[in-house]
């Protein structure tokens, strides 16, 4: 498969993966009726942060797809965090989890982290470029936490 393909189809995973959980979750976003911590963004930022680095994500699996670097491990790392990514906002704006979606982002701290560890040590950008990821959710789990203890 040539580069070009290749970045196309792995930006494209993470993209489509995000947009489809924005479709199921679209109905029952409640972010504007919750009360909030300071620097909680207006909801326009959300899908914006995230396409860019849903965008980060795929360039980032690309180069190492596109230098034959990926693995059974590197495979197994990167689609579970995609997966764990994915149900969070299932879990928080579906089914109102908020303590436990807090606990799952935790979780999904600790696999972007081995992922950056992974990437980084195949290819320093391909690892670089999953830091922007990293420190949202990271920002995300202080906006998570926050909205469980203000709407207990």
């Known amino acids: ?3 070009v393909k290749i970045y196309i189809k792995s930006i ?30 207006p909801s326009i930022v959300f899908p914006i942060v995230w396409t860019i680095l849903y965008i980060l994500m795929g360039v980032s699996y690309g180069i190492l797809k596109s230098k034959g670097l ?4 590197t495979n197994f790392i990167y689609y579970l965090q995609l997966a764990v990514n994915a149900l969070w906002s299932i879990f928080f704006f579906v089914f ?15 696999l972007v982290a ?9 290819n320093k950008l391909s690892g670089l470029l999953q830091i922007p990821y990293l420190i949202w ?4 789990s202080y906006l998570n936490f926050s909205v469980y203890l203000l709407n207990g």
Do not use: C, H, T
């Open 1 to 3: 498969m040539n580069k």
């Open 114 to 122: 081995k992922m950056i560890e992974i990437f980084y040590n195949k």
């Open 12 to 41: 494209l995973v993470p993209v489509i993966v995000g947009g489809i959980v924005g479709v199921i979750i679209s109905k029952f976003i409640d972010y504007n009726s919750l009360q909030k911590p300071i620097f909680s963004p």
């Open 70 to 73: 990926i693995d059974r491990k």
């Open 137 to 140: 959710i990271l920002f995300a």
């Open 96 to 110: 109102k989890w908020r303590l436990f979606s807090f606990i799952w982002l935790v979780f999904l701290v600790i």
